[in-house]
């Protein structure tokens, strides 16, 4: 199956959350059997010919491709979550938003038993969400080998907030 098929799936939702604000809807993947399937294969295919060690996931939609990724790779899934939410000892990183701040974090001893770290997320917007988790990653003893998105929104510019990695995305607007 092409990108092209996965590509068309996405629904577009206008002004969700918030007016301006043009929405990825990628749910019409995930429930499609063969479509779900198909972004796996795409985001696992890159990463099968480099050492990685363990995906690390960003919540919350990046968990829906990360675990499936994880598990066809056989490789472990580390989750970086919105502050609050994990239960250990964690490092924190804060960013901007377009309104405000977010804090991501990541348990301190989350890397100790593998170095090589893919970091996945559904959507690369304006990339501040992407640099915080790959500072997470870094400040808990991990390398960055690979950042990889389903869908990059080219127009935004995120990639260069995260210049200097090496990014793959599957589907780009
Ligand atoms: P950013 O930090 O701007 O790159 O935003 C990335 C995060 O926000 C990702 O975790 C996405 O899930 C979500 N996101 C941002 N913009 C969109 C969008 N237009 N459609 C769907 N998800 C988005």
Redesign the pocket.
């Given at each position: 199956m092409s990108t092209e098929a996965l590509k068309q799936a996405i629904r577009d939702v206008p002004d969700f959350p918030k007016p301006g604000?043009?929405?990825?809807?990628?749910t019409p993947i995930l429930s499609d059997p063969k479509l779900f399937q198909s972004a796996i294969d795409v985001l696992c295919e890159r990463l099968r010919e480099r050492e990685i060690d363990k995906i690390a996931a960003?919540?919350?939609?990046?968990f829906l491709f990360a675990g499936a990724m994880a598990h066809q790779l056989g490789i472990g899934l580390v989750p970086i979550r919105k502050k609050g939410k994990l239960p250990y000892k964690t490092h924190e990183e804060t960013?901007d938003?377009e309104y405000g701040t977010a804090t991501l974090t990541v348990h301190q001893d989350a890397f100790e038993d593998g170095k090589n770290i893919a970091l996945v997320?559904?959507?690369?917007?304006?990339?501040?969400?992407?640099?915080a988790s790959a500072k997470l990653i870094e400040r808990a003893g991990g390398t960055v080998q690979s950042i990889d998105f389903l869908?990059e929104?080219s127009f935004?510019g995120?990639r260069d907030?995260i210049a200097g990695y090496d990014i793959f995305s599957a589907i780009v607007f």
């Amino acid at each position: 199956m092409s990108t092209e098929a996965l590509k068309q799936a996405i629904r577009d939702v206008p002004d969700f959350p918030k007016p301006g604000i043009m929405f990825k809807d990628i749910t019409p993947i995930l429930s499609d059997p063969k479509l779900f399937q198909s972004a796996i294969d795409v985001l696992c295919e890159r990463l099968r010919e480099r050492e990685i060690d363990k995906i690390a996931a960003i919540d919350a939609r990046g968990f829906l491709f990360a675990g499936a990724m994880a598990h066809q790779l056989g490789i472990g899934l580390v989750p970086i979550r919105k502050k609050g939410k994990l239960p250990y000892k964690t490092h924190e990183e804060t960013y901007d938003l377009e309104y405000g701040t977010a804090t991501l974090t990541v348990h301190q001893d989350a890397f100790e038993d593998g170095k090589n770290i893919a970091l996945v997320d559904d959507v690369l917007a304006t990339g501040g969400t992407a640099a915080a988790s790959a500072k997470l990653i870094e400040r808990a003893g991990g390398t960055v080998q690979s950042i990889d998105f389903l869908i990059e929104l080219s127009f935004l510019g995120g990639r260069d907030k995260i210049a200097g990695y090496d990014i793959f995305s599957a589907i780009v607007f």
